[in-house]
């Protein structure tokens, strides 16, 4: 029956033309192939791991028929060794439906340490590539991974992980942000989380608001006052200024923000090289709309660094602190000096003065943004 199709009508019971080309249950035969060829293949390839014939109970055909929820911890850590080690059996595993159980363990607090093996083997089974991953969030991933999130505990940095995992599939980042829960989740994790949650959530954030729409709802929840009340690490700051820099309902709450251009002027003093180029970008996005902040950042002394990084050799940073410059110029008073920077008065154009002793800055702008040469020369 299964070879030949089952040529007759569900509906009417009445039986198909011979020349029809219509299989109803060929999906269902195909599938049936592929199982097999499927469970032989992982099947042996355990064998030649362990070199010794495969036990019952970590037989794929025995382990997917004997799973149920609620599953025992000698099961679970079963699955989680062979997703880990065996990159078959996470193909066999996504096919066979049991991570449906998996994700039920995910969002029982009440065992802990079943929850963290059934999270632990679904981030090792979303590594198996993007259909996975979206497969995975077919069958519901968001509602059992949030409620792990929100519930705390040790393990909602995990769940933030695989979360994050998920996330790297565009079309998984619309479908996230559209959860009526994952984004609050993770932003009421980054406040009240510990150092390695905060760091999970910011990771999974980032990721997620890469999509551009799902930005203005991370900052509806919180998102960009969560680093700043948290005091996180300059690397995460950057991070979140950059991203939320980009979106105006972002740009209008790091104004409301209490030391937002302390830190970064934080940053550009003692941090990264990457940290700097981000800040600047950030500063000089945020103060074009804002003369409050502008005077501020001058009295954090970013117009000063401003005449440091100008002539670092470094091309991006060079042209982001020439465009934060010229921008606190504009909104925030002063004027240019003979070099090209700032001069609000006489004793700053004495300063640049000596600057330019120095070296020498050649400015060319372009229509779509600033080309920055810089151009070396002995003092005579």
Not at 259 to 270: C, K, N, Q, Y
Not at 347 to 367: H, Q, T
Request: hydrophobic share 40%.
């Amino acid at each position: 029956m299964v070879d030949s199709g089952h040529r007759t009508c569900p509906v009417t019971k009445l039986p198909l033309s011979p020349c029809s080309p219509l299989i109803p249950n060929y999906a269902l035969r195909s599938l049936i192939d592929s199982f097999t060829p499927s469970v032989t293949a992982a099947t042996s390839t355990v064998r030649k791991t362990n070199k010794t014939s495969l036990p019952p109970s970590e037989d794929p055909r025995f382990l997917f028929s004997s799973l149920s929820y609620p599953a025992s911890a000698a099961a679970l850590s079963t699955l989680h060794r062979l997703v880990k080690d065996e990159p078959a059996f996470r193909r066999l595993l996504a096919d066979s439906g049991a991570a449906s159980i998996l994700l039920r363990h995910a969002s029982s607090t009440d065992s802990p340490d079943l929850q963290d093996i059934s999270l632990r083997t679904l981030l090792y089974l979303s590594l198996d590539g993007d259909d996975v991953r979206v497969g995975l969030v077919a069958d519901g991933a968001l509602d059992y991974l949030s409620c792990a999130i929100t519930s705390g505990g040790p393990n909602a940095a995990l769940a933030a992980t695989t979360l994050t995992s998920l996330a790297v599939v565009e079309v998984n980042k619309c479908t996230i942000g559209a959860h009526p829960s994952a984004i609050t989740a993770l932003c009421a994790l980054l406040m009240s989380g510990k150092e390695r949650e905060c760091r999970e959530a910011t990771t999974a954030l980032f990721e997620i608001c890469k999509f551009p729409g799902n930005r203005r709802r991370a900052v509806r929840a919180g998102a960009v006052h969560a680093p700043y009340s948290q005091a996180m690490a300059p690397r995460g700051l950057y991070r979140f200024s950059v991203c939320f820099a980009k979106c105006k309902e972002g740009r209008d709450t790091m104004v409301s923000v209490d030391g937002f251009v302390r830190v970064l002027a934080g940053i550009l003093r003692e941090g990264t090289t990457r940290g700097m180029e981000h800040a600047l970008l950030v500063l000089n996005l945020v103060c074009s709309e804002n003369v409050n902040l502008c005077w501020e950042a001058k009295k954090e002394g970013v117009r000063e660094i401003c005449f440091v990084l100008v002539e670092k050799d470094h091309e991006k940073i060079a042209r982001n602190a020439l465009a934060l410059a010229r921008t606190l110029e504009k909104r925030g008073g002063g004027s240019f000096g003979p070099n090209g920077l700032i001069a609000k008065d006489a004793a700053d154009a004495d300063d640049l003065n000596a600057m330019a002793d120095f070296g020498k800055l050649e400015v060319a702008f372009n229509d779509e943004y600033y080309k920055l040469k810089l151009f070396y020369c002995s003092t005579n």
